[in-house]
């Protein structure tokens, strides 16, 4: 987790610092905690936008935390399910300008979707929405990371969560980016994407992530 929170933060330090986005479309926030991405967005360009989006009524219990927004920029919370891309999507707009970039974040995310929910649909809906210049940056629970214990750890997480878990092999994390150009290093463990040290590098995880940009 603590490697996943480190990636969030490395990916919107880069997009709002290199990329120069401005708005950010966070889906499944979670409870705020430190690095939050309007923070990070925000101490590196204080006009940034940020939506986020959660289904948890904890998370929107605690959703005041995260509606602490520069002056400069804004902050918006919204309480819907990833699979209702349309509301998503509607109240998104009344925010974020969707004829500007848009760096849509599904931060272990989809892990909660099976495939009969269609996550590589729901993702192309979001993508089709934002415009060519956009970015997509996700991390999911890995199967074959450390494959001999992804069943305990399945069964852990089930036991533990009150949605069911589904790991995914690096191919299928891959084929979510079919719709942008990866950016460099790729799909990587969490941890390798761009680290900041060493010790960031190596510090354990089980989660595939990265980023691409949708083409002109
Ligand atoms: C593992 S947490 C990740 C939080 C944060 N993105 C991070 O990486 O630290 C997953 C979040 O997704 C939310 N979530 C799960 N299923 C969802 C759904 N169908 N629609 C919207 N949010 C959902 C959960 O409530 C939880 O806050």
New binding site residues.
Partial sequence: ?RA??AF?ARVVRHLAREAGVRQFL??????P?ANNTHEVAQSVAPDCRVVY????PI?LAHARALLTSTPEGVTDYLD????DTGKILARAAQTLDFSRPVAVML???LH??DDDDDPYGIVATLMDAVPPGSYLAL?HAASDIVPAQSAELKKRLDRLMY?KSILRPRAAVLRVFDCVEMLEPGVVRVQEWRPDTEAEAKSPSNMWGGVGRKPA
């Fill in positions: 987790m996943n929170r969030l966070d889906i499944g926030t979670g409870i905690t989006v959660d289904n948890d998370v819907a399910d990833l699979r931060i272990a995310i909660v979707l991390s949605q």
